[in-house]
């Protein structure tokens, strides 16, 4: 296999498996943060707000894989 | 099959004596001269009573002004500057996806890079300025002397995520766009742009409530984000 191939499979394996965890997690939070707003529609300012912050800062990490898959692809130091 | 070329690669589109001059900066200049235009067209006879153009911003300032009231919880006076600019030059700038033709210059990581330096060494600045060296320094050995490499990592750290969000949000919804467009052109995209409008705005949003995080933290007023 030459290092193009791999950095394709690499690339499609860093986003798939990388977008996993991100997305747990990004379900729990609004999960919690539904619940937080049902129970004290009230503060549903204050929740949404930390809630989006939150949900920025996990999905970063989906954000990081991708750049890895676009790095790998695009200005890959091995690929010639 | 080609795709839409490199997005890490800048596009220049011409030279201005030995400097090359990307899309783009000159978006970055257009966005620029619209925002100054607008400023200064509802600004220039600054009434009491005031007009519609001059409402309008006076709305913009003050609901930026408490939302980052709320985070920093003293005077915003001397952060709205920043903080105001930040966040309607980033809106500007993701919404410019919207104009045929136009590309977002928050798209290319220079941009955001840019941005994210001007965060950092104003985080620093603000630090320095409320709390003083000695105060200021002795932060970062918060809660514990034995986390002062961490805290000075999770400093360059979370510049650098900073900077990797917004570029990678945009530029990713950019090139979901691209890949759409190819598979179907015609009414398929019309959605996802509606969805790029929206992303546009929460990065943007998002962008400013960390960079007001950072800076209540360095104040000594909040939590570090």
């Not at chain 2, 080609?2 to 201005?16: I, S």
């Not at chain 2, 509802?42 to 005031?50: D, E, S």
């Not at chain 2, 409402?55 to 009231?69: A, D, K, P, R």
């Not at chain 2, 320095?128 to 918060?142: C, D, F, K, S």
């Amino acid at each position: 296999m030459t290092i193009e191939m791999l950095s394709i499979i690499g690339a499609a394996i860093a986003v798939s498996f990388g977008a996993i965890g991100p997305a747990l997690g990004e379900g729990r939070a609004i999960a919690a943060a539904m619940d937080a707003i049902a129970r004290q529609p009230e503060s549903a300012g204050p929740i949404s707000r930390t809630l989006f912050v939150g949900l920025a800062m996990i999905e970063t990490m989906a954000i990081y894989c991708l750049v890895v898959a676009l790095l790998l692809l695009y200005a890959n130091p091995f690929a010639g | 099959m080609t795709m839409e070329g490199n997005p890490l690669a800048t596009d220049v589109l011409f030279q201005l004596g030995p400097v090359p001059i990307s899309t783009a900066v000159v978006t970055t200049w257009a966005i620029m001269l619209v925002l100054v235009v607008i400023s200064w067209l509802g600004m220039r006879p600054m009434r009491v009573h005031p007009g519609a153009l001059q409402l309008m911003l006076e709305l913009v300032v003050e609901t930026i002004s408490t939302q980052v009231q709320e985070i920093v919880r003293r005077d915003t006076r001397p952060y709205l500057p920043l903080l105001a600019t930040l966040f309607l030059f980033l809106v500007f700038a993701n919404l410019s996806a919207a104009i045929p033709g136009a590309k977002p210059p928050t798209g290319h990581v220079e941009t955001p890079a840019t941005l994210a330096a001007i965060v950092f060494l104003s985080v620093h600045y603000f630090g320095l300025r409320a709390q003083g060296v000695r105060g200021y320094l002795a932060h970062y050995t918060r809660p514990n002397l034995l986390l002062l490499p961490l805290n000075v990592l999770a400093e360059i750290t979370r510049t650098f995520s900073l900077m990797v969000r917004l570029f990678g949000n945009i530029m990713s919804h950019e090139f979901v766009l691209a890949i759409v467009v190819f598979l179907a052109g015609l009414l398929l995209p019309i959605p996802f742009m509606l969805l790029g409008i929206l992303i546009g705005l929460i990065q943007a949003y998002i962008f400013t409530v960390l960079a007001a995080v950072f800076i209540g933290a360095a104040l000594g007023s909040s939590e570090a984000g």
